[in-house]
């Protein structure tokens, strides 16, 4: 901790210039006064630095005064207190008051850079402590939020995360849908050392083939009809950070094998190039389905598999952690009260048993939308809506409540724009259209009163 400051106090000019000296010579960076009101007002709580000061000063506060203002600020700033023959036991005292040690006058120099040195290696250990517990909160803290559950699945998985975002191995996340495969490859990201840089996603399932190995990999100017430019791909463009490849065995075979040679040496070659270009990344990859049962059925090259599967994090569905679905269900209806602006919804005990008792195929994805759907006032999962309904429904009931409620949950966070509706549900114009006049739903009752789109 060379570079650490030492606040020196020392009212005796010559005295002030020797120790200056001194210290500067053994290497250590001193900013020295004549009283102890100008060290004072260098000490706060983040001080990388110690102070060594007379115990007696000709003005001003002494030295020990100064001692108890520093505790007071902040008590691990190591404080060395230098004194004459007489006030030796004065110091002994005062180390009682959590002086960090005592130097009699006249002090030879090395006896001054020794002190100075072992004070200056606890004040560093302090800091280096308080950082590592600030961020294991911070780490715990953001983690539980994001991944919220007290099953032992949840808090094994949190602990594999943390363990894993230092570690910066290449990392396959597997989860049926909805379980939250990109909140868990975001994490690993943000907890990582590489957090303060780029976190790019590529979702293979939507990436046209024809596209997919430009998207991937850039290209250079006149690669191919249109290049007029040189342009980066995902890769390049996570260089220093994280890529996720989401569903990666959505990806054409021969682009399979063409991320193996990238997986293995963190090279990449644009197209229209034969010069690799180096990239520093970590690779996230998810898949919904079983990684073995995608090898078997063709979809996902073996090798490519043994390349990414350095680690696996595989996610727990809510039915294997039950117990977290009332929680989780509490949390998304106080967020959307919030993104939806309406007063925070109170969900009485009933309603949270029934929740609770429900099959989510959808898992937190599905918990989410009827929390959303709860905060509308839709009805879905309001108590007395369950009162009403009959022990037993037919299959076809429960799917249209459930399709319809989708629907309206679906025009409401988009204040009623159909467009955005049909895209995100992944239907056809026509067929929203259809569907809301079954269910009576006017988009003008979702904010939507511009005309901007065809109403029903």
């Not at 006030?87 to 180390?95: E, K, N, Q, R, Y």
């Not at 004040?123 to 402590?129: C, F, I, K, P, T």
């Not at 909140?183 to 990582?192: F, G, K, T, Y």
């Amino acid at each position: 901790m060379k570079d650490a400051t030492v606040l020196l106090v020392e009212d005796e000019k010559e005295v002030r210039l020797s120790y200056t000296q001194a210290l500067d010579l053994a290497g250590f960076h001193v900013r020295a006064f004549a009283s102890a009101d100008g060290a004072l007002e260098q000490v706060g709580h983040g001080l990388s630095g110690i102070v060594v000061t007379d115990i007696r000063l000709a003005s001003g506060m002494d030295g020990m005064t100064l001692l108890g203002r520093i505790k007071a600020i902040d008590p691990d700033i190591p404080v060395v207190l230098v004194t004459g023959h007489a006030d030796t036991a004065l110091a002994v005292s005062a180390m009682r008051e959590g002086a960090y040690d005592f130097i009699e006058k006249p002090c030879p120099p090395r006896q001054l850079v020794d002190v100075v040195s072992r004070a200056l290696d606890r004040r560093r250990l302090v800091l280096e402590n308080r950082r590592l517990r600030t961020l294991a909160d911070s780490r715990r803290d953001d983690l539980e939020l994001r991944l919220i559950g007290r099953t032992t699945a949840m808090v094994d998985l949190r602990y594999r995360i943390r363990a894993l975002a230092a570690a910066d191995a290449d990392v396959l996340v597997t989860g049926a849908t909805g379980t939250g495969k990109e909140v868990v490859s975001r994490a690993l990201h943000d907890i990582s050392a590489r957090k303060a840089r780029s976190f790019v996603v590529v979702d293979c399932a939507a990436l046209p083939s024809n596209l997919a190995e430009d998207e991937l990999f850039g290209h250079e100017a006149g690669a191919f009809p249109g290049a007029v430019r040189a342009r980066f791909g995902k890769f390049e463009q996570a260089h220093g950070g994280t890529l996720l490849l989401d569903e990666i065995a959505s990806l054409p075979l021969d682009l399979q094998a063409k991320l193996l040679r990238v997986i293995q040496d963190r090279t990449v070659t644009r197209i229209g190039s034969h010069v690799p270009v180096s990239v520093d990344l970590r690779i996230v990859a998810t898949m919904k389905s079983d990684p073995q049962e995608e090898v078997a059925a063709g979809r996902l090259r073996p090798d490519l598999l043994y390349r990414l599967n350095v680690v696996t994090l595989r996610l727990p569905s809510l039915d294997e952690r039950r117990e977290d679905v009332a929680l989780l269900f509490l949390k998304f209806v106080s967020e959307a009260a919030v993104r939806l602006g309406r007063d925070d919804a109170s969900v009485p005990p009933a309603v949270l048993d029934d929740i609770a008792r429900r099959a989510w195929p959808g898992n937190v994805r599905e918990v989410r939308n009827a929390a959303e759907r709860y905060v509308l006032g839709l009805g879905v999962s309001a108590a007395e809506d369950a009162r009403d309904q009959p022990a037993t429904r037919r299959l076809a009931d429960r799917v249209a409540e459930y399709e319809r409620s989708l629907i309206a949950g679906a025009l409401a966070t988009s204040g009623g724009s159909l467009k955005a509706v049909y895209e995100s549900l992944g239907v056809s114009r026509k067929t929203l259209y259809e569907k809301m006049q079954k269910f009576g739903l006017d988009k003008r009752g979702f904010g939507d009163d511009d005309g901007g789109d065809e109403t029903t």
